[in-house]
């Protein structure tokens, strides 16, 4: 259909219920290829959106509503994402009080061991000679060591998935009022039958939809990153020959000095 037609048939149709149902009446076959064609528009270009304003209009309400709800989506993630993180921190510190309290145990009957002049000691129930005490008292504070590094990892993957958070929240009242000015804007261009002042906010709307979508599949993508990190960071492999004597005494188990 050449765009002459199309254009001064939907000019007509889009004007008054009078009007429709003359045209309907006078020129009903192309009436209705107009409406189809209308009708089959996904992409409205801005040559589209001067032929037929309000039906553009409509097309970029409909479009930012579907962004919205995908942001309201992607926030959803985003939140249960924190409070997952939130869980694995308290289970992580959980686990570290509970290292630590085995340490001090530890630490407790080996320094009695040491003063006794003992070569074993009893630890949760089951007699340890030093060697193994050794061996079991490096191996909680390489534990400890990952429990320390787990947690540190929390503020950072927190902040990221905040940081994409706070990007929806202001993209979500950005849409918000974008959507009340389209309605405004939509009356006075079917009111005045004039484009020229709102082809800007079309532009506009155009570009936050496309925004919208950027900052969602952001957000989604941070929660899949941060929300599915190992729970627990590796534990070290071992290092220099371990102090039991100084990590007795309370030194925090570090290597012996070398010799």
């Known amino acids: 259909m050449e765009e002459k037609m199309i254009r001064a048939i939907l000019k007509v149709a889009l004007l008054t219920p009078v009007a429709v149902a003359g045209l309907f009446i006078l020129a009903p076959a192309q009436f209705a290829a107009a409406r189809g064609w209308l009708a089959s528009v996904t992409t409205f270009t801005p040559a589209i959106c001067a032929i037929a304003p309000e039906a553009c209009f409509d097309a970029r309400r409909r479009n930012l509503q579907a962004a919205l ?66 061996q079991q008292a490096q191996l909680l504070v390489r534990e400890e060591t990952a429990f320390r590094a787990t947690i540190a990892g929390f503020a950072g993957r927190r902040a990221k998935l905040t940081e994409a958070l706070m990007a929806v929240v202001v993209e979500d009242n950005r849409i918000s009022g974008m959507l009340a000015t389209l309605t405004a804007e939509k009356a006075i261009v079917v009111a005045t039958g004039s484009l020229e002042g709102a082809r800007m906010l079309l532009d506009d709307a155009n570009l936050t939809e ?50």
Request: neutral net charge; hydrophobic residues 35%; aromatic residues 4%.
């Open 69 to 134: 709800v995908k942001l309201h989506d992607g926030r959803t993630q985003a939140e249960a994402g924190l409070r997952a993180i939130d869980g694995e921190e308290a289970k992580q510190r959980e686990l570290l009080d509970a290292n630590t309290g085995l340490q001090t145990d530890l630490r407790t009957r080996a320094v009695e061991m040491i003063r006794a002049g003992a070569t074993s000691l009893t630890f949760q129930g089951k007699t340890y000679s030093r060697s193994e005490a050794e």
């Open 210 to 259: 496309r925004r919208a979508d950027a900052v969602t599949e952001a957000v989604v993508r941070s929660t899949r990153e941060m929300a599915s990190l190992p729970a627990t960071a590796p534990t070290p492999a071992p290092g220099p020959a371990f102090d039991f004597s100084g990590w007795a005494a309370g030194q925090a188990g570090t290597p012996a000095p070398a010799k």
